[in-house]
Structures are given as structure tokens and as C-alpha cells.
């Protein structure tokens, strides 16, 4: 385990670890790694935390997880066998329990048996399976991880699937560059749009997010396809869809553009978030491939490579469903293929997403909705959507309620008659014709009408009259200045918050990582902006932190001096990562008092640790007076003012933003009047 995973282990920072190596000579030594980020053993560790009154007990989810990212063979190859032996147990329960019975060598001896029953059934027969039956010198290092991850799935509300959701997302959270992520709620809107389907295919299937969406309306018989170019995130991912589904799950590994592995599937859905910008894609030896129908692309044009294929492994009239960057829309380069698409109506829609959507989140991604043509139509329409105007506030996010809303009901009208009354700012349908001339430029925003003008003009008068409230507001909060040659008050002896939570005045908990409720997440954007809650969590068994009234959160990563007292409203969210939540006895300990005196910058400056990119603030260290609750609360009383003036401050500055960009905009394309 790393000093990171130390950290968790005992609920501190980094900068803890590193004093307690330099302080105490019989800290662990090192048993691998590197000499700037070295690995120490899990138990070792455990037992120096425990006597040393640090740590009272392992938590079985973080023993588990450690496991997994010490395992001799890499993280990949221990979650594969835990991943089998979960299969086993939610499948199988008896052949586990009767191998697990023994000594580890008889386990490890027993398992590859009892395995290939369940991996025959489930992935069809081996050597042509995807995911390989461990052999029996293989799995014995990872007898103690395996026991453990059964442990843990035969623990109260947990179970095989979540288990396995939570040790993937805790890799998958581990390693972010390594991995692009579709997000559920983008996942699920693709499998809305694309409809019920009995066969689905993801080409580029990733960690399965897309299939796994797709299968979430079980259907009899449903079988889900998928490849990917990575061999252990195919077996990860066959396994991740198989615990949480009843489908035929075949997933096999390879580059789908070069080495396709479903020559001949016809799938009545296919469902792709394919790589982006792309040069090496195989432009030069597939030249002559039978899948480019509709033109050959160009080498910078990967992503209608990607679309070809999809549209060549479903059925005729099935459906594909492709994200895509928002410059395949119109670059020049792409201009045959797209025009051809349109000509023989196979591309049906091109809805632009906000920008958040997924990866990467700084640009406003597309939709394309396709299906496999029978015959080209009459007259053939296009839809074209712009869901930018739900782009979330910061980095949380669009909202996902009012694109999932205006999306899928523009496309449901659509789908029934192919066609839609316009929808000005919105949707709209365009003749094929109009869509066919030099650029083929697909980009919605460049063929949607603006907002009508009674609208803007009446959205505009709400947020200036809503800016003016707000400013009378603000003036009425602003604080008086101190009055000029007044002493400095005495100086009073202090306390920390490490203090304090060792006496029990206060409980001192850390985000999580995942969590099997789906509730908003507080994540440490929203903190330091003010904002709401925001955020998702991966799904795992792991249990989150639910924030309730008067708890103060703190974020420990960046710098800023902010501490966050929640109310009603926020009360109920989970503990994003990032972030420390205090919770105080309220017989000891008013928490406005306590997040006024944690704001202090000097008292930051004191608790904060620099490494070379980033600041991190260890929040046991961080000092406050101490007071009587009357006084406390006398403190309480002023932070809470100054904390209304500041949001309402937070208030009109966004309210300013909005009011100048709509009176921009409604100048510029004539929906205001310069003369009013």
C-alpha cells in the first residue's frame, strides 16, 4: 500500500504519513515501489497504526481494496479472480462454500474446477472465452484477497455485484488517465434514445457502462455484445456485466476497426463512445473494407470510421447510437461521408449536448442517432437539438433531468412522424436538401432559430428584477466596519480540531469513493463555490457519508480558506471525495463558531502541507479558541451574517453574469430592441 492508502487507513493527510516516517523510527520500512512513492505492507502498517492508538480496526472494505492494489500481479489481475470467485458465489454458492471449507492450498486447488462451470455458462465454452479460468498457482497469492472479497459480499446490504462495482470503481477511480468513462446519466440517455432492444452491441465497450445501461430493462433472451482493444478491461468488463445482469454477455478483446471480432452480427442496437481524434485508426491497410458504405473516411476523420462500423453491425432498421466530438459535424474533410448519411437517411439526428457531458468535459459533444436504412426516403428530414442551455453552474455538471426531458421528448415526437414543429433555441427538423451544400455542416446551434423574442425579453426583465432584489439585499448584509482604535481582543488559549475529536466533541469523517446510495453528492466544487450538491458516486457497496443539518465540511485540497456549515436544503447529500466533514456535539461545540474560526488564513497557513503542484490542509491541526457555548454562540451569530452576505454577493455576481450575456445575445441576433 502506498502512503495515500495509509492515509485513508488512519483518516488523515499525506503530510501526517510523511511526519510519522520522519518521527518514528520504527514506522514500517518500505517494501517496494520507488523512493518517491514507495509501498509498504498492509499488515505491517495495520499493526504500527493500532499501537500507536491510530487505528482501532482495518474497515473490511479498505482491507479488501488494499489487497487488491498490493496483489503481486497488478491490480487487473486481482480483480479479474475476484471477480470470478463473486461469480461463483452469486451463481454457484454451494461449490464455493465447499471449497472454501479447506486450507488455501485446497482452495486454490478446488477453484479452477468450480470455475469453469460457471465461466462455460456464462461465456461460453473455453479456450475462446474472454475471461480464462485461473490455474491453480495463479490464484494462491490471491487466496486471502478472494476470502475477503467473500467476506465482504456476504456483509449486510452488499452482495457479489456491488462488491464488485466497488473494488472496479476504486481502480478505475485510482487510475483516471488510463481510462475514458462514459457517465450513467449519458449512458442511460443514449440507451432511452436508442429503444428496447433483444441484441446490443458497444464496439469500443470500455468498462461496459453503455451495455450495462442497455440491459438495465431486462429483456427475455437480451445478449450483450461488446469489444475492447484493452484484453484485461474486456475480461473486467464481461465480468462487471455479468454480475449485474442476466444477459448473455460476450465481450471480447481487440481493436473492432482492425481485428473486428463480430463479423457477422446484425444486433438490433449498437451503442458506441468511441475514441476521439484518432490518427492511427487503420486507414491505410482497410482502404477496401466493405463497411464504408458511405464513403471512405479520411484519416483525420476516425470518428465516422467508428459510426460506419456501428451502422454495418446492426440490423436493417436498427438503431445506432453514437457520441461523437462536436467538430465531426463540420469539418470539411468529413463532408462526403456526412452528406451521404444524410442522402440515404441514415443519420436521423444530431442533438449537441452541454458542455460537462462526459470526457472532455470542456466541450459540448454530440449525439448522432443513425439506423440502418431499408430504403432511402421520399423526403427525407433531419432533427437537430441544442441542449446547451442546461449546462450546469461550475464543474458540476449539466442538468442531466432537463437534457434527458427536452432530448427524448424532441426525439419520440420526431420518431412517430419524422418531423417536429420548431422549437425555437431548442429542436428543430431540416429537409435533407437544405443540410446538402459545400460544408454539410451539421452543428445545431448553426441551424436553430433564437428564442423568441417575448421569451428572452421576459427571461431578461425576471433576472434584472431578480438582480435588483439581490443587490438591495447585499446592502442590507453588508457588515458595519470595526470601530477604529478599538483593543485587539486577549489572547485565549487554543485547542485543535484533532483535540476536540478525541474528547468527543466532535466526529471527524472523510469522503468516500463510491456508495450504493443514489442521493446527490457535496463535492468539493460545491463547496467552494456555494453551490448544490452536484456530484455522483460510482456504485459500490461502499456505505457514503450523509451529510445532516448544522455538520461543517471542508475541502482539504487547494488552498482556499472555506468551511461550510450545512443547512436543510444541502442536509441528505453524500460526502464527496476531497472533503472532511466535522460534526459537532452541539452541547459542546456551536457550528457556525467552529467554521467561522476554521476560515481564518492563518490557521490555514498552519494546518496546510505544499507539495509542487497542489496545497493540502491536514483539518486535525486546524486551531480554534477556547469558549463557553454563550460565548461560541455570540461568534455563531456573526460568522452566520457574514456567511449571508457572502452568498448573496455569490448571488448577484451570477445574476450580473446572466443579465449582460442575455443582453448581449438578444442585441446581437435581434431579440431586444437597442432602442428600449
Known amino acids: 500500500m502506498t502512503a495515500a492508502g495509509i492515509a485513508r487507513l488512519a483518516g488523515v493527510g499525506r503530510a501526517a504519513v510523511s511526519n510519522w516516517r520522519r518521527r518514528h523510527a520504527d514506522f514500517p520500512q518500505p517494501v517496494g515501489g520507488t523512493e518517491t512513492s514507495p509501498s509498504f505492507a498492509l499488515a505491517d502498517v495495520e499493526a504500527w497504526l493500532r499501537a500507536q492508538g491510530k487505528l482501532a480496526e482495518v474497515p473490511p472494505r479498505e482491507r479488501v481494496w488494499q489487497q487488491v492494489a498490493g496483489h503481486p500481479d497488478g491490480p487487473a489481475t486481482a480483480l479479474a479472480h475476484t471477480g470470478c470467485v463473486l461469480l461463483l458465489i452469486h451463481d454457484r454458492p454451494p ?7 479447506g486450507s488455501d492450498e485446497r482452495l486454490a486447488a478446488m477453484l479452477p474446477a468450480a470455475l469453469d462451470h460457471v465461466l462455460d455458462a456464462r461465456f461460453g465454452p473455453a479456450p475462446d472465452r474472454t475471461v480464462p479460468t485461473p490455474i491453480a498457482p495463479r490464484l494462491l497469492p490471491s487466496v486471502p484477497l478472494l476470502r475477503g472479497a467473500a467476506e465482504l459480499a456476504a456483509g449486510p446490504g452488499a452482495g457479489a455485484r456491488r462488491t464488485f462495482e466497488f473494488l472496479l470503481g476504486r481502480h478505475l477511480d485510482a487510475n483516471p488517465r488510463q481510462y475514458t468513462l462514459t457517465p450513467d446519466p449519458l449512458a442511460e440517455l443514449m440507451a432511452e434514445l436508442a429503444g428496447p432492444a433483444r441484441t446490443v452491441l458497444d464496439p469500443a465497450c470500455g468498462t461496459g457502462t453503455l451495455l450495462r445501461a442497455a440491459a438495465a430493462a431486462t429483456r427475455p433472451g437480451q445478449e450483450l455484445y461488446g469489444q475492447d482493444d484493452d484484453p484485461a478491461l474486456a475480461t473486467l468488463t464481461a465480468l462487471r456485466l455479468a454480475l449485474s445482469t442476466d444477459a448473455t454477455v460476450r465481450v471480447a478483446p481487440g481493436d473492432s476497426l482492425r481485428a473486428d471480432a463480430l463479423p457477422g452480427l446484425r444486433a438490433d442496437t449498437a451503442l458506441c463512445h468511441p475514441p476521439f481524434n484518432e490518427r492511427n485508426w487503420g486507414h491505410d491497410e482497410l482502404a477496401y473494407d466493405p463497411r464504408w458504405e458511405y464513403g471512405f473516411p479520411a484519416r483525420t476523420e476516425s470518428e465516422l470510421a467508428w459510426v460506419q462500423h456501428a451502422l454495418a453491425r446492426v440490423r436493417v432498421g436498427g438503431t445506432a447510437v453514437v457520441l461523437m466530438p462536436p467538430a465531426a459535424a463540420s469539418r470539411r474533410s468529413g463532408r462526403r461521408v456526412r452528406a451521404d448519411l444524410l442522402r440515404r437517411g441514415a443519420l ?5 449536448l452541454p458542455a460537462g457531458a462526459a470526457p472532455p468535459y470542456s466541450l459540448p459533444l454530440h449525439l448522432w442517432v443513425l439506423r440502418r436504412p431499408e430504403k432511402a426516403p421520399a423526403q427525407p428530414e433531419v432533427l437537430l437539438a441544442d441542449t446547451g442551455q442546461f449546462a450546469g453552474e461550475g464543474r458540476g455538471g449539466p442538468d442531466w433531468r432537463s437534457v434527458r426531458e427536452a432530448v427524448l421528448d424532441a426525439w419520440s415526437a420526431f420518431d412517430r412522424t419524422g418531423r417536429l414543429d420548431e422549437r425555437p433555441g431548442l429542436a428543430r427538423t431540416l429537409p435533407v436538401i437544405e443540410l446538402l451544400d459545400d460544408d454539410v455542416d451539421l452543428a445545431p446551434a448553426r441551424h436553430l432559430p433564437p ?3 417575448t421569451g428572452a425579453g421576459g427571461r431578461l426583465t425576471d433576472v434584472r428584477e431578480r438582480l435588483d432584489e439581490t443587490l438591495r439585499l447585499t446592502a442590507e448584509l453588508a457588515p458595519a466596519a470595526p470601530a477604529p482604535g478599538r483593543a485587539a481582543a486577549p489572547r485565549r488559549p487554543l485547542t485543535t480540531v484533532g483535540e476536540l475529536a478525541r474528547g468527543g466533541a466532535l466526529t ?14 457535496l463535492t468539493d466544487h460545491d463547496v467552494l463555490a456555494g453551490t448544490a450538491p452536484s456530484g455522483t458516486l460510482p456504485e459500490s457497496d461502499e456505505e457514503p457519508v450523509l451529510t445532516e443539518p448544522g455538520d ?15 443547512d436543510a436544503a444541502t442536509a441528505g447529500a453524500a460526502l464527496g471525495r476531497n472533503l472532511v466533514l466535522l460534526r459537532p456535539d452541539p452541547a459542546a461545540l456551536d457550528p457556525w463558531f467552529l467554521a467561522g474560526f476554521l476560515r481564518g488564513t492563518a490557521n490555514h497557513r498552519q494546518a ?10 491536514d483539518v486535525r491541526r486546524l486551531q480554534l479558541p477556547r469558549l463557553p457555548l454563550d460565548a461560541q454562540r455570540g461568534y455563531g451569530d456573526r460568522f452566520r451574517a457574514l456567511d449571508e452576505f457572502e452568498r448573496a454577493l455569490r448571488l448577484a455576481g451570477r445574476l450580473g453574469e446572466q443579465l449582460v450575456r442575455g443582453m448581449y445575445d438578444g442585441l446581437t441576433d435581434g431579440t431586444v430592441d437597442p432602442g428600449r
Open 95 to 101: 461449490l464455493w462454500l465447499e471449497a472454501s471449507a
Open 348 to 352: 436521423r439526428a444530431v442533438i449537441a
Open 451 to 453: 428564442p423568441t423574442a
Open 508 to 521: 471527524l469523517r472523510t469522503g468516500t469513493h463510491g456508495g450504493h446510495a443514489r442521493v446527490p453528492v
Open 552 to 566: 461543517v465540511v471542508v475541502p482539504v485540497l487547494g488552498g482556499g480558506t472555506v468551511a461550510r456549515v450545512v
Open 608 to 617: 496546510s502541507s505544499y507539495a509542487s503542484t497542489a496545497t493540502r490542509l
